[in-house]
Each structure stands twice: as C-alpha cells, then as structure tokens.
C-alpha cells in the first residue's frame, strides 16, 4: 500500500456491524464511516451502544457480524499495527492505582517507539499532576488528565476518547479538553470520541453520528445536520382535532392552535404542506444538537415501540 | 428483613448463594457415595478408620469446603481503585454500632463452620466406621474462624502483615486440627497444648479485632499512620522505578514482577518449606493411615505441583483488581498476545527459581531443628532420610528430584496461567474442578492398587492402553493448539520454535523424574506411569496465547 493511498483512505470504517450480548442486541447494523483528520463525536444516551462500537474499534471485541477496520487494518488481526498507532481514554479510567505518575508515563512510555517525553514532561506541567502522586490518590479530574496524558505523548494518528468529560468540571473540559482536541485535529489527526454531552459534541466536531438503541440514527457533517434541520412554530386559523401531519416532522409539541415541529428535509414543502392544513409560520430558528438528537430519539423509540 | 443480624446472615449467603448450594449439597451427596465405597471395602479393613486408610482423599471435599467457608465467612469486598479491602465499607454507613456488626458476622462465622464440621464428620464418615475426635477440632476450628476474620478485617491497613499472618495461621492451626482429630493422638502431648492456648486467646483476639474494625471506621488507626509512611517511604526507595524501560517487554516482565513476580517467588519458598516443615506430620498420620514411608517424602515434591498451579492463575491476572478479564489499560498495549504470554512464563520461570533458591536455606533450617528430626519419630521413615543424608547416590537422587519438581512447578503455574488466561471466571472454576477430581482420582486409584498389588497385573494391560490413549490425546491438543497459533499469527516463527523448546525441555525433565522415581521408589511400574502421563505437558504453553487472544478480542 502506498503512502497516498493510506492518506486518502478513512481512518475508520465500520460496515454492517452488529454484535449482540445475550438476549440484548447493543449494536444493530452499524455503518460508519471517518475521515482523516477530523474530530468525529459520536454521541448517543446511556446504554445506546457508544462504548461498545468503541471497543469494536480497538479490537476489545470481535465482529460478530460485518467488518471493522482502522487504518485499513483489522484490529483483531492486526492488534499491533493498529494500536500501535492510536491513543484511547476510557471511560472507566483503568489506570492502575499502585503507580506513580513518574511511572505511569514510563510505564506507558516502553510500549510507543514515538513517545515524545518533551510533550509528556509539558502536558504533565500544564496538567499539573505531581510525579511522586500515586494513581489511586488522583482525584477524578486528575485520574482523567492522566489518561489523556498518556494517550496522547505519544502523538497518535488516531485519539480515541470514550465519554471524555465524565468526573472533568466544566473549567477542566472547556479549557483543557476541547483545546487538546482541537490542537489533535488541527494536526492532521484524527479525534473519534463518545458524550452524552451535546453542547460539548457541538462545540468541537466536524463530524458526528447519533446512536439510539445499538443504531446509528444519523450521521454526517455538522454543519450539514444543522442546515437539514428546520425547528418551525406553526399557528393555525383553527385548532386541529388530531395533531397535524406534516412532512419529514421527527417532533411536533404544542396545543391548541399553537404548534412547533423539528422537521428534517426540504423547508419549503414542509411550510407549503402546513399552508394546507391553515398554518402559518410565525417563528423559525435552527434546532440545537440536543432537540435535533431528542427529536430524532423519540421518532426511533416510537418506531421501534410500532 | 426484619434485624440487622438477619440481614447480615441473608448477605452471607446470598453473595455466593450457588456455591453455598453446592456445598449443602455435597454434604449427603458424599455421604451417599461413600456408602457405595464402603461396600466395596472388605470387611477385615472397613473398622476403626479403615476406610480413611483405604481411601485418604475422600478427606479432601471436606477440606475444601472448610476453605469455602472460610473464604466466605471473611466477608471482604474489593475496591478496585483502593486494591484490597478489609471489613465492607458499605457496612460502615448503617446504624448499627462496630460491636454488632462483627458480633454477628463473627457469630455466623462460628455457627457455620461448626455446623459444616459436625456434618461432614456425623453424616458422612461416622456411617463409614471412621470416628473423629469432635471436642478440641470443634473449638479449633471456631477459633480459627475468629483468628481468621479478625486478621482479614483488623490488618486490612496492612496487607502483606495480613499475608504473613494468614499464611503462618494456616500452617500452625491445619496440622493441629489434622493431629487433634484422630482419636487419642496426642503428638507427644504436644497437640492438647497448643489447643488450650489457641482456645483461651480467643477472647482477648475477638476484642482486639473489634477495636481495629472500629479504628478502620473512622478511617484507619492514627497511630500506625507515621510508621507506614516510614515503611512506605522505603519500600519506595528500595522499588521504585526511576529509569526508562529498554523495551516493551522489559517494561511489562517490570509490571508483571513488581506486582506478583515477587509474591510468586515468596510463595514457592514457603510452600516448598512448608512441605518440608509437615513431613512430621505426615509422618506422624503416616503409621495410623497405612501410608508407605516413600509417599511421606514424595508428597514434599507433590505439594510445589499444586502450588504452582494456583499461582499460575494468580500470574495470569492483569492486576489485583475484582476483574480477571483484561482490562483496558492492558489490552491495548501494542503488543502482541503471544509475546504477553511468553513474558508472563519468563516471570514464572524466574520466580520458581528464585523461590527453590529461597527454599533451600529454610529447607535447610529446618531439617537441622532438632525438634523437626524428633518429630519425625516413623522408623521407615527414618531409614528413608538416612539413605539421602548418608549415600552418595541418595544426595544425587535427591537432586534429580528437586531439579524435576522445580520444572514441574513451572509446569503447573504454565497450567494456571493457561486456564487464567481465559478471564472467564466460570471457566477456571470448571476447567479447576475438573482437574482437582482427576488428580484426586488419579491418586487415589494409585494408592488403592498399590495397597492390592495381587491385582495390578489383571488391571496393567488396561492401564497401558489407557496410557496412550492419553498420550495420544495431549499430543494431539499439543499440535492441534501449536497449529492454531500458527495460523492466526499469535506467534512468531521464533517464538513457536521457543515454545516447542520449552514443552520439550518439560518433556525431558518428566522423562528424568519418572526415571528417579522407578529406579528408587518401591512403586509399582504401571502406577509411575500413571502419575507421570497424568502430569505429561500438553498443548497449554501454545493454549496459553489462544486463551489470551480470546480474552483481549471477546
């Protein structure tokens, strides 16, 4: 394989993934796709398979059915070339307590030939984590920070980031955690991370896909997803006896002759369609990612309940 | 749940409610299959302990029960984070005063452990004809539950003291339970002694325990806090880690060593010493059981195999965390599975040497100490002794044979490790039961012929063809795990040649011990055989990597 093939190619691709664990299907059918150099949230509430796909990734759990690969590699078959290559912070923050910091990053060190110990030494700085403090006496934020640190010395192509922000308060995420992303990205590599948290999602992706019930529901460039997405308040001259149906409208809440769709698709046919039906649009703005993603949620609930 | 004590006796036993099922249920279970045993024994051998004499290992379901309830009685909980733990913390919050909650689970721990040894002893072995003595086992056992719960929960602070503590305890109270149980065995007037004084601590050791859990309630006792940071700042200086790692499998033979390279080693030393230390208990039982001078000795040899297959599994966990599976913090190093195996033998390898190289000194003091020769008081026995202290080619035997089991020991923990591998809890218990019943069996179907050599020569031709059955069987395994870690890629052509070397440097070393044991144990030829095709190396070096592969990409 030759360098500009490697370069062109997505750092991720997942095709017709699917794993089930008993009785419980956590992952449904998932394609996904990620470019190089973006930052790539994926988000989704608890329990809607975010982790599980992530774990995928690093090759912790094998396809049960379709195909995984990360630089092109299997990462099952490949271990070595793949996680050689990527940086992971988990959830848990399985760091073992019994460790100094010192160790810790020389620990971690032996295993990345491309270890950087200058950048290590200035995140450990700007961190602000003491070499002599043990791991288990870590505050949360701090158990976080020492994750991210050796994650990312070793200057990986990929950074993959599993609910980030979880035990971080809102100065540690802001200030420390989106910069580190973005400076990643900025680089030419790639972020591919897991929140609930949208606003935060919002703020530093190019790129996300939302997960719902083990499916990914929607995916694609931020911005796109915005332009897509119409959130229209809707008067009518009478009140309706049912609640209107309208064209592509994921969420409709209202009463009486007052009514607010969050609708996907083509604007003009949806104000043309509620022209029909006596409604006029007498408000209109761009949904946030939190209504786009509850909206797009409870059409997926409510469908899956059918 | 009505009362605090109800709710800490339902905790007790709806934490391991199956196994504590299992175990209710092997009580009448055995009792039944002893029976059909005990019809099978002639008549003039069935009185007094006749059975026991026939079959010793039909002891072992109880001895392992009595761990289990040990081991649940100690009512610990980890913290992943904190490592080790003593007494629940979640019990800390309730409204019930330090006195009660160890009052009870004491209480419990007592109550079950009696009950336990009353029913083994009335309902399985008094229906066999085999009478143990109740009065001073009954109270020794109850005071090693409380010996036992109060250094789990009062040394929680101090988890290598606990070690020690626990180890020692084990070693001192076993035998003396053992020695105390058979009827007018008194060990030369040692045993009654050792008794009363264990006995009459008990209430000074049950307040004290209560005084240290209450002290870990209000967040540790003060008083020890400057004297383990003393501890702690030496251990550091001794230890720590202050220079890069050369490569990655340097930095991981590092983690695997300073967390249980070390403990490993300690533990071969004291278990190879400890089995010296109780040849004169198992000469002392060896007369009253029947049991020929040879198998005395050779179960000092027999004892570092176990050991070293409890320590594999030990080895074969990525930390002290609760979780045997990988985490992880381990599963995406870069690093391939087979090269994590191959380091995790490395430091086996390393650690039994070092602990038979510990041993040997203890080993050595030990059979100095006048009183351990004293004890040794069987004639048969001492007449094996003299023939490895004063022939030359006794010494050498003797070499072979440490040599051998020191290999051996290495065997088992690869065993271990294999098995650990897997991080499937339900899977070791199984794949553990399954191997503790064939070497039971194994042994005892060894012990019963060599007590009916009339009938060996009906029995050989089947136990040959049983033999290579079994080989043929391990050889397969063998290839077939070799086979598959080539394909997959688990390892390098290298490493494949190193793996091949090492089962067959255990291959050799087992041809050299079987060869020891026929040329001076008077044992008969196929039961030799028997016991070395049993302990034949099969496919685990190579099965080890496809255990950790499954284990890392589930």
């Known amino acids: 394989m030759n360098t500009t093939d490697t370069h062109s190619k997505p750092v991720i691709e997942v095709e017709a993934l699917s794993r089930r664990f008993d009785l419980k299907l956590a992952l449904n059918d998932i394609h996904l796709t990620v470019p190089r150099g973006c930052v790539f949230g994926l988000v989704g509430e608890n329990g809607a398979g975010k982790t599980t796909l992530i774990k995928h990734l690093l090759g912790l759990l094998k396809a049960q059915s379709g195909t995984v690969r990360v630089f092109g590699l299997d990462p099952v078959a490949a271990p070595v070339d793949v996680l050689g290559r990527l940086g992971y912070v988990s959830e848990q923050r399985d760091l073992p307590g019994w460790m100094r910091v010192d160790e810790l990053l020389r620990y971690t060190a032996a295993f990345y030939p491309r270890w950087d110990h200058g950048y290590a030494e200035q995140l450990r700085r700007e961190f602000v984590l003491e070499p002599d403090a043990r791991i288990r006496n870590l505050s949360r934020g701090e158990l976080a920070k020492a994750g991210l640190l050796v994650a990312l010395a070793h200057r990986p192509e990929l950074l993959v980031l599993d609910e980030p922000s979880s035990g971080l308060d809102p100065v540690v995420r802001r200030d420390i955690l989106e910069a580190i992303i973005r400076t990643v990205a900025d680089e030419g590599r790639t972020v591919f991370f897991s929140s609930h948290l949208l606003d935060e999602v919002e703020r530093v992706s190019d790129r996300l896909a939302m997960m719902v019930e083990g499916r990914v529901i929607l995916s694609g460039r931020l911005e796109e997803i915005r332009a897509n997405h119409h959130q229209l308040t809707l008067r009518f001259n009478a009140v309706p006896i049912v609640p209107p149906e309208l064209p592509g409208v994921l969420r409709l809440t209202g009463a009486g002759q007052e009514w607010t769709v969050i609708a996907n698709g083509a604007r003009a046919e949806l104000v043309e369609a509620a022209g029909r039906l006596g409604a006029k649009v007498v408000a209109e703005r761009s949904p946030s990612l939190d209504e786009i993603f509850v909206a797009r949620a409870s059409v997926k609930k409510s469908g899956a309940q059918n | ?554």
């Not at chain 2, 629940?88 to 004491?106: K, M, Q, Y």
């Not at chain 2, 499998?249 to 080693?265: D, I, N, Q, T």
């Not at chain 2, 985490?327 to 390898?349: D, E, T």
């Not at chain 2, 191997?435 to 179907?445: D, G, H, K, M």
């Open chain 2, 1 to 554: 749940m009505r009362t605090p004590a109800l709710a800490i006796g339902w905790s007790l036993w709806a934490r391991h409610r199956t196994a504590n099922g299992l175990l209710l249920a092997a009580i009448p279970f055995c009792a039944l299959l002893y029976r059909a045993f005990f019809a099978l024994i002639p008549e003039r051998l069935a009185g007094g302990q006749g059975f026991l004499r026939e079959l010793p290992l039909t002891l072992l379901p109880m001895a392992l029960s009595f761990i289990w309830v040990f081991y649940v009685c100690g009512q610990t909980e980890n913290d992943a984070r904190k490592g080790f733990t003593g007494f629940p913390e979640r019990l800390f919050v309730l409204p019930v005063r330090t006195v009660g909650l160890v009052a009870w689970h004491t209480l419990f721990g007592v109550a079950a452990i009696v009950f336990v040894h009353l029913a083994w002893a009335w309902l399985v072995f008094r229906p066999v004809g085999v009478h143990f003595e109740m009065r001073w086992p009954l109270l020794l056992s109850a005071s090693a539950m409380m010996l036992f719960q109060g250094a789990v929960w009062g040394l929680a602070s101090f988890p290598w003291v606990r070690t020690v503590a626990l180890v020692a305890g084990g070693l001192a109270i076993g035998p003396l339970l053992v020695v105390t149980s058979i009827p007018g065995f008194d060990a030369h007037g040692l045993a009654p002694a050792c008794v009363e004084g264990t006995v009459a601590a008990m209430p000074l050791i049950w307040v004290i325990t209560v005084m240290l859990v209450a002290a870990e309630r209000r967040g540790g006792w003060q008083p020890w806090r400057p004297m383990r940071r003393f501890a702690q700042r030496i251990f550091d200086r001794a230890i720590r880690r202050r220079s890069s790692f050369a490569s990655a499998s340097g930095a991981l033979a590092w983690f695997e060593w300073r967390r249980k390279g070390w403990l490993v080693m300690a533990a071969v030393a004291v278990g190879v010493a400890g089995a010296v230390l109780m040849l004169p208990v198992h000469a002392l039982l060896g007369g009253p059981m029947g049991l020929p001078p040879w198998a005395t000795l050779l179960q000092a040899f027999v004892w570092p195999l176990f050991i070293g297959a409890c320590l594999g599994w030990f080895l074969a966990r990525p930390d002290f965390s609760g979780d045997i599976a990988l985490p992880p913090f381990h599963a995406i190093k870069p690093m391939s599975s087979g090269q994590i195996v191959l380091i995790k033998l490395r430091v086996a390898m390393a650690a039994t040497v070092a602990g038979w190289v510990l041993a040997l000194p203890l080993t050595l003091a030990i059979t100095i100490w006048p009183k351990w020769a004293e004890l040794c008081h069987n004639e048969e026995f001492q007449e094996v002794l003299r023939w490895i202290r004063t022939d030359g080619s006794g010494a050498w035997w003797l070499a072979g044979m440490v040599a051998v089991t020191m290999v051996m020991t290495w065997q088992g923990m690869v065993e271990g490790i294999s098995i650990g591998l897997t991080g499937r809890v339900k899977l070791i218990g199984w794949m553990t039961a399954i191997r503790l019943a064939s070497i039971v069996a194994v042994v005892s179907v060894c012990l019963w012929w060599h007590r009916r050599p009339e009938l060996l020569p009906r029995v050989a031709p089947w136990i040959y063809a049983g033999l290579v059955l079994v080989m043929i069987w391990k050889t397969a395994g063998l290839i077939r795990s070799l086979g598959e870690v080539r394909r997959r890629g688990l390892w390098t052509a290298k490493q494949l040649r190193l793996g091949v070397g090492l089962w067959s440097g255990v291959a050799a070393a087992m041809v050299l011990g079987t060869a020891l044991i026929l040329w001076k144990v008077p044992v008969a030829t196929p039961l030799v055989l028997l016991g070395a095709v049993c302990l034949w190396p099969g496919g685990h070096i190579a099965q080890g990597v496809i255990h950790l592969a499954g284990n890392r990409h589930r």
